[in-house]
């Protein structure tokens, strides 16, 4: 049984930081695509970033790009989403997913097959 537990969401002041981790179970992680994706109250889930299962190839949505950072650790099974100099606007349930196929990141949901129930993450102004 796959199984994908996010951790490291909280409350946090607007210019803080927060790290949230994936750690994952039952699936080949090291031949896995990883992606971070959120859902803010009252939107639609929305793509965050995602990193191939080699670690040299990275995506980010243009909304986080140079403030948050994906990274992996294969022998760990986990994945990492570093999150500076946070908004209000960042406020949202974070869930992290995992997909086979390509080595390639992806930013599409549909492409993504397995999935964790998500961390909240709350920004205060």
């Known amino acids: 049984q796959v199984q994908l537990v996010e951790s490291g969401g909280g409350l946090v002041q607007a210019g803080g930081s927060l790290r949230l981790s994936c750690t994952c179970s039952g699936m080949t992680f090291s031949r896995a695509v990883m992606g971070w994706f959120r859902q803010p109250p009252g939107k639609d889930r929305e793509f965050v970033a995602s990193?191939?299962?080699?670690?040299?190839?990275?995506d980010y949505a243009s909304s986080v790009k140079g403030r948050f950072r994906i990274s992996r650790d294969n022998a760990k099974e986990t994945v990492y989403l570093q999150m500076d100099s946070l908004k209000p606007e960042d406020t949202a349930v974070y869930f992290c997913?995992?997909?086979?196929?390509?080595?390639?990141?992806?930013?599409?949901?549909?492409?993504?097959?397995?999935w964790g129930q998500g961390t909240q993450v709350t920004v205060s102004s």
């Open positions: 990193i191939s299962w080699s670690f040299d190839k990275v």
């Open positions: 997913a995992g997909r086979y196929g390509g080595n390639y990141p992806s930013n599409f949901i549909g492409n993504y097959e397995h």
